[in-house]
């Protein structure tokens, strides 16, 4: 069977003639085709966001990759020029959350990065090969015999959670409250709004603010070996680590590492359901238990249809020129991932998911001093979610029509709200 139509599934789609509309919910659901008019026409784009703050949509990937190794493009929100510099990482209001990894420069960038980098190595993330395993199977069990789920709800959105947890140390009588925290934080966004906290989400960061910093507490009394006791040490062993910027890489973690892995699972899935024949050929080579194909498909879908659709901030400290427009010192740029990824002048059929592509140096994980920390975990979650959803339901099939799935609003992340899908029950 051919893929449904649509250029999100790789058909070739009449590209937008006059400019698109942004930060509409049908962009929301689509937003390439808009992406390939502004490639073309406006590279470097500015807008203003529906927050009201005026900033540059980088779009081509060359340009893209230059700009997110540049050091003239700050993190910190502080260079923004003409507001409070908000960023829409949830928490940012909460000063003490707010010297992460994601808002900082060289030097503090670079000593806190390689405090928690040695957690992320790709050997000591395979330490963590068989509890990932062993939740997703768990989480499978959870619905297998009812034949129908919502793949975001019970798979795609615990599965991440219980992870960071794991890996930071937060004790398993304790990360249910954590799922319903990061549930609230992640519910409320609007398309192109990066929204701080407000309300529920608001309360939701407290609370596992005062949930983290307490543990901090606890963890110093009786040190393990997850990530929280790693960063209490480092900053008993004179590493010059604060409680605060424990506390704010700890929310880091669970904040880059949550909703991303989430969407990862969730277009991943939902693309490989829209695309059978790609679909067909994991399938079989999961089934001869090959892992070659798996490994380059988790990268073609952050290639084709990833997580993070734009980076996070920047702001120029500098005057500088991307793509030939000139950039005033203060203005914010977002380079574009999802457009970038799309580019046909560095990917071949990039409308194409091509589970088996080889040439594949996508920008999914961000590039440059900033690029994903927690990769290879990402990389790990991905393959052992979609190598077990489709062992162990191999009929698995989409429960709605696509047109009619809702996706996240919201500035940085892409994602689906719910995924229904339906499948043979396990007898
Ligand atoms: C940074 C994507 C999973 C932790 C980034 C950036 C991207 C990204 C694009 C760079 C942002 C920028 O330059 O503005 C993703 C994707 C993921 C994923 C697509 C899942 C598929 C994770 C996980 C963790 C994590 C599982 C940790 C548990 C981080 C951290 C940073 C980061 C701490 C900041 C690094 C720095 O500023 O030095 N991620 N991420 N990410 N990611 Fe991930």
Same mark, same amino acid.
């Given at each position: ?12 789609? *009449? ?8 930060? *509409? ?9 808009? @992406?390939?008019? #502004? ?32 050091? &003239? ?33 060289? +030097? ?21 090969? =068989? ?26 959105? =615990?599965?991440?959670? @219980?992870? %960071? ?6 004790? +398993? ?12 934080? %992640? ?23 005062? @949930? ?40 880091? #973690? ?5 909703? *991303? ?57 500098? =005057? ?52 994903? %920390?927690?990769? +290879?975990?990402? &990389? ?33 992340? &892409? ?13």
């Amino acid at each position: 069977t051919p893929p449904a139509t649509g250029y999100l599934h790789g058909m070739p789609e *009449t590209p937008e003639t006059s400019q698109p509309e942004l930060f *509409t919910w049908e962009f929301a659901a689509d937003p390439y085709p808009a @992406y390939a008019w #502004l490639r073309e026409h406006s590279p470097v784009h500015r807008t203003t966001l529906p927050s009201g703050v005026d900033a540059w949509l980088v779009t081509r990937y060359a340009d893209a990759r230059q700009a997110l190794a540049d050091s &003239r493009l700050s993190k910190n929100p502080t260079h923004h020029g003409r507001s409070s510099g908000r960023t829409g990482i949830p928490g940012e209001r909460q000063a003490d959350l707010m010297t992460h990894l994601l808002n900082i420069d060289p +030097p503090d960038h670079t000593r806190l990065r390689r405090l928690v980098s040695k957690a992320f190595t790709p050997r000591g993330v395979a330490e963590f090969e =068989p509890r990932v395993r062993q939740l997703t199977e768990r989480l499978i069990d959870g619905f297998a015999e009812r034949g129908s789920a919502d793949l975001i709800h019970e798979f795609a959105f =615990p599965l991440p959670i @219980y992870a %960071i947890c794991d890996l930071l140390g937060v004790p +398993p009588e304790d990360q249910d409250d954590f799922r319903d925290w990061a549930g609230m934080m %992640i519910r409320h966004a609007k398309p192109g709004q990066s929204g701080g906290p407000r309300g529920g989400v608001a309360r939701a960061v407290k609370k596992m603010r005062a @949930y983290l910093l307490e543990l901090i507490h606890r963890k110093r009394a009786d040190l393990g070996d997850d990530l929280i006791s790693g960063l209490i040490r480092a900053s008993d062993h004179g590493e010059h680590l604060t409680e605060n910027e424990a506390a704010a890489m700890a929310f880091i #973690l669970l904040f880059a590492g949550f909703e *991303t892995t989430v969407n990862l699972i969730g277009n991943g899935t939902f693309a490989l359901l829209r695309n059978p024949g790609q679909r067909e050929l994991l399938q079989a080579s999961v089934a001869r238990g090959e892992t070659g194909l798996l490994t380059t498909a988790v990268e073609e879908l952050l290639r084709y249809d990833g997580p993070v659709e734009l980076a996070t901030w920047r702001f120029a400290t500098h =005057p500088l020129t991307i793509g030939g427009v000139d950039i005033p010192v203060g203005d914010p740029v977002l380079v574009v991932l999802a457009a970038a990824d799309r580019d046909p002048a560095r990917f071949a059929r990039e409308n194409t998911l091509d589970l088996a592509r080889k040439d594949n140096p996508h920008l999914g994980f961000g590039h440059g001093i900033h690029y994903c %920390i927690g990769a +290879p975990l990402a &990389r790990l979650e991905g393959q052992a979610a979609l190598g077990a959803l489709l062992t162990r339901l191999p009929d698995l099939r989409l429960d709605a029509e696509p047109e009619d799935l809702r996706w996240r609003g919201g500035l940085i992340m &892409r994602g689906l709200r719910e995924l229904p899908v339906a499948f043979t029950p396990a007898a």
